[in-house]
């Protein structure tokens, strides 16, 4: 699991996330996305287009990032997840608490849009 940074000129901060996301590697993500976001003052965006799985341990992260800057009063948001990934966050719920978007450009669009 691999997390990448990048800013756009833009309202957002853009992160891609790669790989897996289970007990082995959740901690890891968890430490390295609260760093990311502590060190920002925009709305981010995940890039999770890289993401071939999620365990509970990997979403426990997710919701705790949105928790996170939704306290902060910045938006969370998720582009790209594949259609399994997808479906995970259906079942359970999280496309009712974080924004879930086919791609970067409705991401973008809905942070603009929130005004």
Known sequence: MMIDVA???????????????????????????LRTVADSDRDVIVDASEVSYVSTAGLRVFLLLSRELSQRGRGFHIFGLLPHIYRVF?????DRVIPIHPDIDSALAAIEGRG
Do not use: K
């Open 7 to 33: 800013e756009f000129n833009g309202p957002a901060l853009l992160m891609r996330v790669r790989g897996r996301i289970n007990v082995l590697t959740a901690d890891v993500f968890e430490i390295d996305a």
């Open 90 to 94: 259906q079942i359970i719920g999280f």
